[in-house]
T-cell receptor, first 112, second 116 residues
């Protein structure tokens, strides 16, 4: 059974700091892994999608890596800004089916 | 613009009064899904659809119905809403391949439902 865990659950950092968010999954046979951002009470915005054949994806100040063998993905945020404050979730589609498993998210607060 | 549109965005209703939350996508995606999000419980899948006329239960289907008569639309129906269905609901869509939803998931803005 696929389980997705995100650590830490919450993180508070000063503006300008580089930070890493972690996502672990138990079944390494995944098609892809997707990172989302969610502002309070709002929808999920897709940040990065890493296919199983890829090692990393980059978009602006964001870089996501994928290590299937160890069941881990990291989201690196460079030079954090107060506008980055949000909850970040990772998700993997369940192999052999049509369900998507979400992590509980990491709530990030960037202090000005 | 590629998007998933949900309506209504906010709704307050009373126990037992049937309601429908609509979801429409303009990306020609085969896969569509409904989730609910509750504090401390995260995102939980209600129902999903792999294509027209093909639907299946997610993890929390009780009290909900869906239909997929057209590729672009996937309405969520609450036949007799109860207070425990008060939640934030999201619709999402993606491409499919390899027998799974392998594409990027796109989410709607959410529908906040309150059942009194």
């Amino acid at each position: 059974k696929q389980e997705v865990t995100q650590i830490p659950a919450a993180l508070s950092v000063p503006e300008g700091e580089n930070l890493v968010l972690n996502c672990s999954f138990t079944d390494s046979a995944i098609y892809n892994l997707q990172w989302f951002r969610q502002d309070p009470g709002k929808g999920l915005t897709s940040l990065l999608l890493i296919q199983s054949s890829q090692r990393e994806q980059t978009s602006g100040r964001l870089n996501a890596s994928l290590d299937k063998s160890s069941g881990r993905s990291t989201l690196y945020i460079a030079a954090s800004q107060p506008g980055d404050s949000a909850t970040y979730l990772c998700a993997v589609p369940k192999t052999g089916g049509f369900k998507t498993i979400f992590g509980a998210g990491t709530r990030l607060f960037v202090k000005a | 613009e590629a998007q998933v549109t949900q309506n209504p965005r906010y709704l307050i209703t009373v126990t037992g009064k049937k309601l429908t939350v609509t979801c429409s996508q303009n990306m020609n995606h085969e896969y569509m899904s409904w989730y609910r999000q509750d504090p401390g419980l995260g995102l939980r899948q209600i129902y999903y659809s792999m294509n027209v006329e093909v639907t299946d239960k997610g993890d929390v289907p009780e009290g909900y119905k869906v239909s997929r008569k057209e590729k672009r639309n996937f309405p969520l129906i609450l036949e007799s809403p109860s207070p425990n269905q008060t939640s934030l609901y999201f619709c999402a869509s993606s491409r499919t391949g390899q027998g799974a939803n392998t594409g990027e998931l796109f989410f709607g803005e959410g529908s906040r439902l309150t059942v009194l």
